[in-house]
């Protein structure tokens, strides 16, 4: 799935990156506990989580995951937005809940990790 796509389906904003010339969603993975998303295999997925903290970003470049989507209303603080920036990374912002948004990712042809 293209970003453009993506943020249409979940009422996305952009907050960072370009969308037009980022790679295809083609797996997502959902998750608060940046524990998990470090047990993650190379993939690459749609990272989706409510935590909005800088630790986020830095899971994320640790992970290879080079798209991130906050749920839940969750709003990116500048330094998440200068670090992801740096790292090339797509950030997005949805005020739909991580259920929502998995199941409507889901519906549309995204795969889960596991």
Same mark, same amino acid.
């Given at each position: 799935?293209?970003?453009?796509?993506?943020?249409?389906?979940?009422? *996305?904003?952009?907050?960072?990156?370009? %969308?037009?010339?980022?790679?295809?969603?083609?797996?997502?993975? *959902?998750?608060?506990?940046?524990?998990?998303?470090?047990?993650? @295999?190379?993939?690459s997925p749609?990272?989706? &989580?409510?935590?909005?903290?800088?630790? &986020?970003?830095? &899971? *994320?470049?640790?992970? @290879?995951?080079?798209?991130?989507?906050? %749920?839940?209303?969750k709003k990116?603080?500048?330094?998440?937005?200068?670090? *992801?920036?740096?790292? @090339?990374?797509?950030?997005?912002?949805?005020?739909?809940?991580?259920?929502?948004?998995?199941?409507?990712?889901?519906?549309?042809?995204?795969?889960?990790?596991?």
């Amino acid at each position: 799935m293209k970003i453009p796509l993506l943020m249409q389906l979940l009422e *996305a904003r952009l907050v960072c990156g370009d %969308a037009e010339n980022h790679r295809i969603i083609e797996h997502a993975f *959902a998750s608060d506990l940046m524990s998990d998303v470090l047990t993650l @295999d190379a993939c690459s997925p749609l990272l989706i &989580t409510g935590l909005s903290n800088v630790q &986020t970003i830095r &899971t *994320a470049e640790m992970a @290879d995951i080079h798209t991130v989507l906050l %749920a839940r209303g969750k709003k990116a603080t500048p330094e998440m937005i200068a670090l *992801a920036h740096q790292n @090339d990374m797509v950030m997005l912002e949805t005020p739909y809940s991580i259920f929502k948004t998995s199941g409507i990712l889901y519906q549309h042809g995204v795969k889960p990790v596991y």
